[in-house]
Nanobody, 112 residues
Framework: QVQLVESGGGLVQAGGSLRLSCAAS????????MRWYRQAPGKQRELVAH???????NYADSVKGRFTISRDNAKNTVYLQMNSLKPEDTAVYYC??????WGKGTLVTVSS
C-alpha cells in the first residue's frame, strides 16, 4: 500500500509560480512511474507530467516549458514546479504512483 500526500497548492496570480510536493509513505526509489494529474471544475482528470524511476520525464503539451517534474528519492517525494501559471491551470492536482495509488489532491487557483 502506498499513501501519497500532496501539498503546496494555493492562490496565485497569473504569471506566478508554485511548487507542489507529493510525499510517499514508502520508498519511491523503484516506483515507476510517478505522475501528476489535474482536474479542473467540470472537466475530466488529465495527465500533466510523468517521471520514471530513471528520471525520464514527459509533459502534457499545455504545460511544456512551464512545468517541471522531479523526484527526490532520499525524501520519498516528487515535486511539480509550476512557472508562468495561467488561469486555465486552475485545478485540483493529484499525485499518482504505479497507476494505482492516488493522493487526495491539492487545489491550485490562478487568478487573472
Amino acid at each position: 500500500q502506498v499513501q501519497l500526500v500532496e501539498s503546496g497548492g494555493g492562490l496565485v496570480q497569473a504569471g506566478g509560480s508554485l511548487r507542489l510536493s507529493c510525499a510517499a509513505s514508502v520508498s519511491i526509489f523503484t516506483i515507476n512511474p510517478m505522475r501528476w494529474y489535474r482536474q479542473a471544475p467540470g472537466k475530466q482528470r488529465e495527465l500533466v507530467a510523468h517521471i520514471t524511476s530513471g528520471g525520464a520525464t514527459n509533459y502534457a503539451d499545455s504545460v511544456k516549458g512551464r512545468f517541471t517534474i522531479s523526484r527526490d528519492n532520499a525524501k520519498n517525494t516528487v515535486y511539480l514546479q509550476m512557472n508562468s501559471l495561467k488561469p486555465e491551470d486552475t485545478a485540483v492536482y493529484y499525485c499518482n504512483a504505479l497507476y494505482s495509488y492516488w493522493g487526495k489532491g491539492t487545489l491550485v487557483t490562478v487568478s487573472s
